[in-house]
């Protein structure tokens, strides 16, 4: 059988036959680590035959994977990455020094646990978890940077012990799964702290920043504030500097939006430094410089287009449309239009409070069970005085505003993962 025809079926049978918590929400959540444990023992316990990084977080945890990744691949090192959702493919999620997974392997890792699917019924994510394990144990790598799904305490990713465990923001996501308040949530984010494994925390935030202290006294793990140790200027560049070392970069993508994660990384990659591993400060100035490139990260305020400025933006919480909204506001164009779409679970309010009244909007809603119908959003934004259009398909709502729009206006596109993953083109 054609390769490609065996991968799409493959795939098809992960999306079909299995819970998927991106499409299924609610249903497809497993509180514990049971089938994942059940899944490493089959595969001969592949998580631990490879050193690793363990980011959570709310926001910036994506951003903070792959300017890890992009950096320890600079300084030499065969480089994992696992991150979730994918936008476009499903082998996106799997990367070695930025290649992603190949069909084949992909086809033959489900092929070889399908009796253990029949018997267990993992959810699609587990079985990603334990699909990156034994890729990056059987490709050898040197470190993999492992990006936690939700949470992090009951998240599959969690069953391995990292060189670090990185913490990026905190903010309310996600409440109906991992608490109803922000530092309930910081609990469930601060699972990933394990005993004697060394943690960095991105972001000082005063409310929360007990939850991190007691959690690793407990486990006699040394706690880090990245901002206590690496300070971050602006000139014609980021200039970022530590008690043992000072760099300039450029061309940092949106380097204002991004700050917050590097400081972590810098971290992080300090922390590394001294458990091992020689990344040279050439290789920090390369890896943060080209990341995306390297890594292929898409739909972090990615521009596409110009005249009328076009980015869009997987930010989608109160915390990361803050960023978006200050973003835009960086900004000086005549109107401002915003294709949105958000899904059903998503507490609105904090959302709709955000977002600019002067933008003129084009409200619709991605081609998966999550997602809320165009109309209910238009309907709850008109609520906040947010008027606009309802076009239910994504491209054609991007098409109109494109129309609507003059060559000195802005056009944004967001609100979820699932809108961004629908643009053509991206």
């Not at 079926?9 to 819970?19: A, D, W």
């Not at 680590?33 to 490879?50: M, S």
């Not at 994506?62 to 691949?73: F, N, T």
């Not at 998503?346 to 955000?354: P, R, W, Y």
Request: aromatic share 8%.
């Amino acid at each position: 059988m054609d390769i490609d025809l065996e991968y799409e079926n493959t795939v098809k049978f992960l999306f079909s036959q299995l819970p998927m918590f991106q499409r299924d929400g609610a249903s497809a959540y497993k509180k514990d680590l049971t089938n994942t444990v059940k899944l490493c023992q089959f595969l001969g316990h592949p998580e631990h035959q490879f050193k690793s990084v363990h980011v959570a977080g709310t926001n910036g945890k994506g951003s903070s994977s792959h300017y890890l990744a992009a950096i320890m691949q600079k300084a030499g090192y065969k480089t994992g990455l696992y991150t979730s959702p994918h936008l476009k493919s499903f082998t996106e999620r799997i990367k070695i020094n930025g290649v992603e997974i190949t069909k084949e392997a992909v086809v033959e890792f489900v092929d070889l646990i399908k009796p253990l699917i029949e018997e267990i019924q993992p959810s699609f994510f587990e079985i990603t978890v334990a699909m990156c394990f034994h890729y990056f144990a059987k490709e050898q790598v040197d470190i993999a940077i492992i990006e936690v799904g939700m949470g992090g305490r009951l998240d599959s990713t969690n069953v391995i012990i990292p060189e670090v465990a990185l913490i990026t923001n905190i903010s309310n996501d996600h409440q109906q799964w991992l608490g109803n308040d922000i530092k309930t949530i910081a609990g469930e984010k601060a699972g990933i702290i394990k005993e004697h494994i060394p943690t960095v925390i991105s972001e000082r935030q005063t409310e929360i920043e007990d939850v991190f202290i007691e959690r690793s006294r407990e486990l006699n793990s040394d706690l880090y504030f990245a901002e206590d140790d690496v300070q971050i200027g602006v000139d014609d560049g980021l200039v970022i500097s530590t008690n043992n070392m000072e760099i300039k970069v450029h061309n940092v993508q949106e380097a204002a939006y991004q700050q917050r994660n590097l400081k972590g990384v810098i971290k992080a990659v300090g922390v590394l430094r001294g458990r091992g591993f020689d990344v040279d400060d050439d290789a920090i100035v390369a890896g943060v410089e080209e990341a995306f490139t390297i890594t292929g990260l898409k739909g972090r305020w990615q521009k596409l287009g110009s005249k009328p400025a076009k980015y869009c933006d997987v930010g989608h919480n109160e915390a990361g449309l803050k960023y978006v909204v200050n973003q835009i506001n960086n900004y000086q164009y005549d109107k401002l239009h915003i294709v949105i779409g958000v899904v059903n679970d998503k507490e609105l309010t904090s959302v709709m409070q955000l977002l600019p009244m002067e933008a003129q909007y084009y409200f619709c809603q991605a081609d998966i069970p999550r997602a809320l119908p165009a109309a209910k959003l238009q309907q709850v934004a008109s609520e906040y005085d947010l008027i606009g259009y309802c076009i239910p398909n994504v491209n054609k709502a991007i098409e109109v505003a494109e129309n609507n729009a003059t060559e000195n206006d802005f056009i944004f596109i967001g609100g979820s993962n699932f809108v961004v993953a629908e643009i053509e083109g991206l």
